[in-house]
């Protein structure tokens, strides 16, 4: 288990990495796709030592400013915070559908570990999965693409999409790294964002998980995470 602060590490989805910046340097809009965090100095850690995910230094807060901003879901729109009231643990995942590497085995991996839970347990998890790429990223696009990772599951994945201003500032305000879609001359798409999957138990996510988490971590952690819920 590591203990992180908002140090970055970026790469492109074609895996190559770059160091990024400080949250200064975020506003500056420095930084390259699919970024993930690395290991900074430990901040006074509020989980303990049998999670193998990553302890955030400072927890992210889905307060009423950003747990309010209303996202579009196949049926309406909905809030973080409403999702969140819904059940005890909110996985919230930031990327695009057409992301060659990261973006479905990270999904992929969380169903994997979902389905290695009991039934209980897996009622008490919901995975968000909100697209940095909402133009080509529709709601009939989401739905289809998440299907491919949540069968069998009692909670299907929900997939949310919204102007990009108001999904870059949700990131940013969350501490993972967005910026707008950009055409490259060859007609390239680049669609950069943050590759951390966070945890929220109560409004407030502690704990989450980079992109090299395999679905034995997301697993043991996630049992542990619903266990206060009596699941």
């Known amino acids: 288990m590591g203990v992180w602060s ?3 590490l970026t790469t492109r989805c074609a895996r190559s990495w770059l160091l990024a910046v400080l949250a200064t340097a975020l506003s500056a809009g420095l930084l390259t796709a699919c970024s993930q965090p690395r290991q900074g100095k430990a901040d006074q850690p509020a989980l303990g030592s049998s999670y193998r995910g990553d302890v955030l230094g400072v927890p992210e807060v889905l307060t009423a400013a950003v747990g309010g901003i209303e996202l579009s879901s196949g049926a309406g729109a909905v809030t973080l915070a409403e999702l969140q009231r819904r059940q005890p643990v909110l996985l919230l995942y930031f990327g695009f559908t057409n992301c060659p590497d990261v973006c479905p085995t ?94 929220f138990v109560n409004g407030t996510a502690r704990l989450a998980w980079l992109s090299d988490a395999t679905p034995d971590v997301y697993r043991h952690d996630l049992a542990l995470l619903t266990k206060p819920f009596g699941v």
């Open 106 to 199: 990270t999904v992929a991996d969380i169903g994997i570990a979902l389905r290695g839970l009991t039934p209980p347990e897996q009622r008490a998890v919901q995975a968000v999965f909100v697209t940095s790429d909402p133009v080509r990223d529709t709601a009939a696009v989401l739905a289809k693409w998440l299907s491919n990772f949540d069968a069998g599951l009692p909670r299907p994945f929900i997939g949310l999409r919204g102007p990009v201003a108001d999904v870059d500032a949700l990131g940013a305000a969350l501490g993972v790294p967005l910026e707008p879609p950009t055409t490259a001359a060859d007609g390239t798409i680049d669609v950069e964002h943050g590759t951390q999957v966070l945890a």
């Open 6 to 8: 908002l140090t970055m």
